[in-house]
DNA sequence: TTGTAAGCGTTATCAC
DNA sequence: GTGATAACGCTTACAA
């Protein structure tokens, strides 16, 4: 219980004002070099570092970033998350994760962390804002930056998954495929996510190009799990004619499609193509197809475009960033049988 | 700027004092329901909530609780992150993870944690903890959980490893094989990791129960990634009498290996058998015969423990629990050749 | 059930 | 380069 240190016992044990040992703490200027050597010892010596708690009163800061995601442990996420708190570790901010499980939550968390100043900015990931959420976050002045979600409203860090996908799709064509069946998000969605809309479109451009008609019954609806994607697969396998390749929105519904392929004997690529979107982390050992986008570089950039708007908030341009995707070729496709 | 409603604000126009408006907003008791009714409306009004910085000052806790990890991008550590996360969001404590790198880097991360009251609790996950460390959280009085790692300083929360590889293990015996590869963890490694060791030990076990004498030879380190799994694999397989089954200590280095034998035109399990340890979330969208633990569950159970040490810091009880594993028979494992 | 008022341990402004 | 001191906005005995 002798355990409340406070900065005032190390100004009086080094002779000093609080003022000078809380600038000699920070690594502020203005303080002698023999002075902040002296702060530094006692301090070291009573096991003494600033109360957070004090600080982040005083200086009316919460040194916290929140990352608000719609399912937290999925890797995208995940792998998002882990490259912001390195970032922001770095940078003395801590980071909370929260997760988003439906439009009216969502924006009860976005005020209660604004108004509580709980947190001095946010991220927030692949979801869509409502008019309400838009209006919260402005006036509560929170300095916002989205992913894998663009908005007028503030900066935002995507890919052009359209162009995306007209690539992985292209791919396909290119080896012969015609009736390719499609495995996408919900279709009915709460959180309004609209990567399934714009891969969907580059689906579309690609087909209308080679002037391949779209064929409603090749796209089912899954919803970014291997559970979804195996089960849209035995959908797409009970069809009359089912098609000879599948491009899946993302690497892990094709994993689960892949087993659902294996399981009813079929081979791949030889009687199947299928071509995924992410190239997560373990998508080069199933040698799958796919299409690659640094996730690591979302969470980075996002990051680093937080970080400006909160020490100069008045920075008024908003930045939207595209960052690149890539065609990963590997073992899943191959020329139509 | 109009922006910096109090809970001075929201008493005088209630017409009540800031404690009153203080319990109301908490939820504490002694407050008429007529009051407690009249402070929130005001409080909706204004848009207001009361001040996490000035509350957590104030009430000398953080609400905050530290997850300390050594790599937050693998599944196994957001799966324990996810759980907990969840938990403390019930619990209205925010949670932020850390990353271990290395054992200074490590004990001067908890010293700061601890000194600078930033967080409540700390859970730590399957790093080693110095005596320095020990000494450290105990003389700072931060309540610690351990998950992954059992020490007489702090509850815990694992599983037997040793009995689990040994069921592994066995199970690969039972199926005719007597040259069993063993991939394991870093035999040097820096954070101090028991896991390895402790099924390695259950994996000597299963073969003493047999007579089945040990190789060293079989025995390769990985690293508990994907990669790593692929690599010891082409290790045993230039070996000059391969094992016909292999025990990875992790279903990500399996799902490495699986692609090593694949690729050297070899069948799983006809030609040579593997079995994980863990039940990666995919694993059973591949196949592979595991060593399933609720990764989720370790992280609840760690939580509510942590929990309670945080409200009740004289519980003098070190509950270390011990979480049940299963065999998960897939499709990995069969017959000897 | 409600109010009073003394903290909580910093930061930051301004003067020296 | 350094010091005095007024915030920062709440919580919590204790009293009423």
Chains 1, 2 share one sequence.
């Not at 800061?61 to 890797?75: C, D, E, K, L, N």
């Not at 004997?265 to 982390?281: A, K, N, T, V």
């Not at 995707?325 to 049988?337: E, F, K, N």
Request: net charge negative; hydrophobic share 40%; proline share 5%.
């Amino acid at each position: 219980m002798a355990d409340t240190v406070t900065i005032e016992d190390i100004a009086r044990r080094s002779g000093v004002s609080t003022a000078t040992v809380s600038r000699a703490l920070r690594g502020l200027p203005n303080v002698s070099p023999a002075t902040r050597d002296r702060v530094q010892r006692v301090a070291a010596e009573l096991n003494y570092s600033l109360d957070s708690r004090a600080s982040r009163l005083a200086s009316g800061r919460s040194m916290t970033v929140g990352v608000a995601v719609p399912m937290a442990g999925q890797w995208f996420f995940n792998q998002l998350s882990t490259a912001i708190e390195a970032l922001m570790f770095l940078n003395n901010y801590d980071v909370v994760r929260y997760v988003l499980v439906g439009p009216h939550e969502q924006t009860l968390l976005f005020h209660q962390l604004a108004t509580s100043k709980r947190v001095d900015g946010l991220i927030i990931c692949t979801v869509a804002l409502t008019d309400e959420d838009v209006q919260l976050l402005q006036d509560l002045q929170l300095p916002v930056v989205t992913i894998e979600k663009e908005t007028p409203h503030f900066p935002s860090v995507t890919c052009d998954n359209t162009a995306a996908a007209e690539v992985a799709v292209r791919h396909l064509i290119e080896l012969g495929h015609q009736d390719i069946g499609l495995i996408t998000g919900l279709f009915q969605d709460p959180m309004g996510f609209t990567i399934p809309q714009e891969r969907t479109d580059g689906y579309l451009k690609a087909l209308a190009e080679y002037n391949i008609p779209f064929q409603e019954r090749l796209r089912i609806e899954g919803n970014f799990s291997a559970a979804g994607g195996a089960e849209a697969m035995a959908k797409l396998l009970a069809l009359d004619s089912p098609p000879t390749a599948v491009f899946t929105l993302s690497d892990e519904m094709a994993i689960g499609a892949m087993k659902t392929i294996r399981d009813a004997g079929l081979r791949i690529p030889q009687d199947i193509s299928i071509i995924g979107f992410d190239d997560f982390y373990l998508s080069e050992y199933l040698g799958l197809t796919t299409i690659r986008q640094s996730v690591s570089q979302y969470g980075e950039t996002a990051g680093a475009i937080l970080l400006e708007l909160m020490e100069n908030p008045d920075s008024p341009h908003v930045k939207s960033i595209e960052l690149p995707t890539q065609l990963i070729i590997r073992d899943t496709t191959g020329p139509r049988p």
